[in-house]
């Protein structure tokens, strides 16, 4: 069972490039989220989905896009990447919307740009 | 979004029972309370999580205030794994949406 899988793991981008953020989970769950963490910081919220073809915005949408057209991929895209958005970046997903729910994290993608 | 408060780092002994402070005083009775751990350079882990009554598994117990304005996360010994960032969230129960905070930087001493 893979559970959150996060691609790439380290990725290098200049200022101005454009990347997608893959993150795909094969446990049927409804719900995906990304995150960013700064050093030294909790994660902040980018967007999230409750379900394929809905998606809304966290704490830290500006600069970021995300679709959900099936329930196992969310991907993030930055559409022009800036030296701000040097982050390490989580996604999570859980079973089902409402109720309690644990959340399932991936193992991080680092982003750096230069 | 409520918020959740809580001290910036504790220690604690080997072997020794710790106690994690959060308070969220702005709860509404539809959010859970979620406990989650972040080792170093890994991804947030969960612990627990409660709606009012006290919860208790492998990993620890939750113990929830009647008013639901704070809560405690006790781990009942600790070991030096359990060195990490414990984040104490609420999580809504109607957008799923979970805000992390800053968390508590635990140290733990052999």
């Known amino acids: 069972n893979a559970g959150v899988t996060q691609t790439p793991k380290f990725q290098v981008l200049k200022t101005g490039q454009s990347m997608t953020l893959q993150c795909a989970q094969d446990m049927n769950h409804e719900y995906m989220s990304w995150y960013r963490q700064d050093p030294g910081m909790g994660l902040r919220l980018i967007h999230y989905s409750v379900g394929a073809g809905i998606t809304d915005q966290g704490e830290v949408p500006n600069g970021y896009n995300v679709s959900r057209s099936t329930t196992e991929d969310f991907p993030l895209r930055l559409l022009s990447a800036a030296p701000s958005q040097t982050s390490v970046y989580f996604c999570?997903?859980?079973?089902?919307?409402?109720?309690?729910?644990?959340?399932?994290f991936g193992e991080g993608s680092r982003l750096t740009v230069l | 979004d409520a918020k959740t408060t809580q001290p910036n780092s504790m220690e604690s002994n080997e072997e020794e029972p710790v106690h994690l402070p959060c308070n969220h005083s702005?709860?509404?009775?539809?959010?859970?309370i979620h406990w989650y751990r972040q080792l170093p350079s890994q991804g947030p882990e969960y612990v627990i999580h409660?709606?009012?009554s006290n919860v208790n598994n492998r990993m620890a117990s939750l113990a929830i205030a009647e008013d639901r304005k704070s809560s405690t996360l006790i781990l009942h010994r600790a070991t030096l794994r359990d060195a990490a960032v414990y984040y104490c969230i609420l999580r809504s129960g109607a957008t799923n949406k979970l805000i992390f905070g800053t968390g508590t930087l635990l140290a733990v001493q052999p």
């Open positions: 999570a997903s859980s079973l089902r919307v409402g109720g309690p729910g644990e959340l399932f």
């Open positions: 409660g709606l009012t």
């Open positions: 702005t709860i509404s009775g539809t959010d859970y």
